[in-house]
């Protein structure tokens, strides 16, 4: 999750009082991605913005610091509930506790994680791969049939009437193709991969003994949950859970049923839905707009989002309806909640 970190240099001495001339020096950071894999410096190492490098700490500071870096209790004489009324910091207020929350649990173990496997993105991707394969093959069928019917201009080699209509067959033919394989990257070059993706999803939900969104129902929608962390991050699979939204709009709930989660959302309990926009390919020819719907609600845990996009639709031609899916969304759960848009 993307958050600002606060980082404190500072001897070990300190922590016992033992050696109070050692200096500690401050830093800030806005993490946008964590580190990948094992690292000697978790800090260092994340990606984000620096906001502050270093900052050298007088000893008459470090009572400010008391709520989030407790050891140096010794150091300064001071608890952190002190050293706040001492620089005059009014205590924060009870959290209150939300009349309605979001219930986000796991899928059992047994039934969790079946579809969004290595495997499956390797399917998905190989057929994307293989559109791409496809239209080098129908170049090339062209290119045969263009040899085939117009050879080289010598006197010693002329086509017959055979070859020369065969070459024009062989023509018409990789151009119909080629002009079905290329619309298909820019309507939905997806959309082989996606219609595995949804059948696999089917057979798995099938052997659930209970379902909180039925995939069968006409109201249900295949959808995919993206971190923003993957936003346009090279990847096999970028969702994070894949399965199938629902807004049972008599018992004002939004409903999903996932791979790997399952939400039960009441209205009242979303604090925010806003549609918010990525372009893959920025600053390119290809450059394609995708839209997200980004749910935030209460949640006993603390801090809850779900960026949800309709799953497939991400040919460079669907821009406006993957906007109008998404922004209907949001007007629906708006609704929902009473605050219509």
Not at 240 to 267: M, N, T, W
Not at 290 to 318: C, N, Q, S
């Amino acid at each position: 999750m993307p958050n600002t970190t606060v980082a404190l240099d500072f001897c070990p001495s300190l922590k016992e009082a033992a050696l109070r001339s050692c200096t500690a020096y401050l830093s800030v950071k806005n993490i946008t991605a964590n580190p990948q894999g094992a690292v000697l410096d978790a800090y260092e190492s994340a990606k984000g913005a620096l906001l502050a490098r270093s900052v050298q700490l007088n000893p008459d500071e470090l009572p400010a610091l008391l709520p989030r870096f407790p050891a140096f209790q010794s150091l300064t004489g001071h608890t952190a509930a002190s050293a706040l009324q001492q620089l005059g910091v009014k205590p924060e207020p009870p959290p209150e506790r939300a009349a309605a929350v979001a219930e986000i649990r796991p899928v059992p173990p047994e039934y969790a994680g079946k579809v969004l496997t290595r495997r499956t993105a390797l399917i998905g991707n190989a057929f994307v791969l293989g559109a791409l394969l496809a239209m080098f093959g129908v170049l090339g069928l062209m290119f045969w049939g263009g040899t085939t019917a117009f050879p080289d201009s010598k006197p010693t080699r002329q086509a017959s009437p055979a070859e020369k209509a065969l070459g024009i067959a062989l023509i018409a033919l990789g151009g119909l193709a080629f002009l079905g394989v290329g619309a298909t990257f820019f309507i939905d070059p997806s959309w082989l991969g996606n219609r595995y993706l949804s059948k696999r999803v089917r057979k798995e939900f099938a052997r659930r003994p209970a379902h909180l969104v039925d995939p069968e129902n006409p109201d249900a929608t295949f959808v995919e949950v993206v971190p923003k962390l993957n936003w346009g991050q090279m990847k096999l699979e970028s969702a994070s859970d894949v399965g199938f939204l629902l807004l049972d709009k008599q018992r004002r709930e939004i409903l999903f049923e996932g791979d790997k989660e399952c939400y039960r959302i009441p209205a009242a309990a979303v604090t925010s839905c806003e549609v918010e926009v990525h372009i893959v390919g920025q600053g390119t020819h290809g450059a394609t707009r995708v839209f997200y719907v980004v749910l935030r609600g209460h949640h006993p845990g603390g801090f809850w989002e779900a960026p949800v996009r309709k799953r497939g639709d991400t040919g460079l031609f669907l821009s406006r309806k993957r906007q109008r899916w998404t922004d209907g969304l949001r007007r629906e759960i708006l609704e929902m909640r009473g605050h219509p848009v």
